[in-house]
């Protein structure tokens, strides 16, 4: 079956930088795209970008720009996304999601697909 | 603040049916499809509907989605106490180039 597992929960410093892994199984890894979205303690989800296994390029959420990077490593069928400048408002679950109808060949528009199924999510802590 | 406004909760008893709403405006679920997922607390969020009404295979039809103009809502008929868990909605925002979420709604089995 469909499958995404994530790296282990991190600790980290305001200021520094966190890579999150998500690695996927059960399907051609390289055939649909990978969503990144994150739930703070006690808000909403919210979507950080997403990335093209096949070619690597991505599209960010504007409020994101210049903090994330998303990359892939298609040999062992792994997206990560790694945020930097952290601060205490990036303490939050993370996860992954492979989108459930847009491929990298054929996307017909953006928001007409879905995040089926997500990773089992990372929570990331910032503190000093 | 989330984009879509959810109620914060709602509640039934076993066997009833509850409807959880989700608002939106003209960028967002008023020019696109409206998908909700459900969410039990240390699991990972689970895709419910999609395209507005469509149920991925093995989702029971308990569950139905509709959609109106900037507004749209899940029922959930039967109520099972396995049902009790965090909705969400989610539509793409043209204006914002974003995908936005409602606030989710906690539902309680009585």
């Known amino acids: 079956q469909v499958q995404l597992v994530q790296s282990g929960a991190e600790v980290k410093n305001p200021g520094a930088s966190v890579k999150v892994s998500c690695q996927a199984s059960?399907?051609?890894?390289?055939?649909?795209?990978i969503h990144w979205l994150r739930q703070a303690p006690g808000k909403g989800l919210e979507w950080l970008g997403w990335?093209?296994?096949?070619?690597?390029?991505?599209r960010y959420a504007q409020k994101f720009h210049g903090r994330v990077t998303m990359t892939r490593d298609t040999s062992i069928n792994t997206a990560y996304m790694d945020l930097s400048r952290l601060t205490s408002d990036d303490t939050a679950v993370y996860y992954c999601?492979?989108?459930?109808?847009?491929?990298?060949?054929?996307?017909?528009?953006?928001?007409?697909?879905?995040?089926?199924?997500w990773g089992q999510g990372t929570l990331v802590t910032v503190s000093s | 603040q989330s984009v879509l406004t959810q109620p914060p909760s709602a509640s039934g008893t076993p066997g009833q049916r509850v409807t959880i709403s989700c608002s939106g405006s003209?960028?967002?679920?008023?020019?696109?499809?409206v998908y909700w997922y459900q969410h039990l607390p240390g699991t990972a969020p689970k895709l419910l509907i999609y395209r507005n009404y469509q149920r991925p295979s093995g989702v029971p039809d308990r569950f139905s989605g509709s959609k109106s103009g900037t507004s749209a809502s899940l029922a959930i008929s039967g109520l099972r106490s396995e049902d009790e868990a965090h909705y969400y909605c989610a539509a793409w925002d043209n204006s914002l180039g974003v995908w936005v979420f409602g606030g989710g709604t906690k539902l309680t089995v009585l």
């Open positions: 059960g399907y051609t890894f390289s055939v649909y795209y």
């Open positions: 999601a492979k989108d459930g109808y847009c491929t990298t060949t054929n996307c017909p528009g953006i928001g007409e697909n879905w995040f089926d199924p």
């Open positions: 003209n960028s967002d679920i008023g020019s696109h499809s």
């Open positions: 990335i093209n296994p096949n070619s690597g390029g991505t």
